[in-house]
């Protein structure tokens, strides 16, 4: 049996929408829990916008330290 799950989250200023199809779900949950932590740290890194992302830092001041 094969199971689809599908999720959407707003992320990185747009709607994410994920889906997963596979023979297990609960590998499916797993690999879905996965892909949201993945963007939500590439996310942090990447944000214009939180002042502690590395993004926001180069922006501010011209270079990382």
């Given at each position: 049996?094969?199971?689809?799950?599908?999720?959407?989250?707003?992320?990185?200023?747009?709607?994410?929408?994920?889906?997963?199809?596979?023979?297990?779900?609960?590998?499916?949950?797993?690999?879905?829990?996965?892909?949201?932590?993945?963007?939500?740290?590439?996310?942090?890194?990447?944000s214009?916008?939180?002042?502690?992302?590395?993004?926001?830092?180069?922006?501010?001041?011209?270079?990382?330290?």
């Amino acid at each position: 049996m094969r199971f689809k799950i599908f999720t959407k989250r707003a992320l990185m200023g747009t709607e994410v929408a994920i889906t997963i199809i596979h023979d297990s779900m609960r590998e499916a949950v797993e690999a879905m829990k996965a892909a949201f932590k993945e963007i939500t740290r590439v996310e942090s890194i990447m944000s214009i916008y939180d002042s502690k992302s590395e993004v926001f830092k180069l922006n501010k001041v011209g270079y990382l330290s």
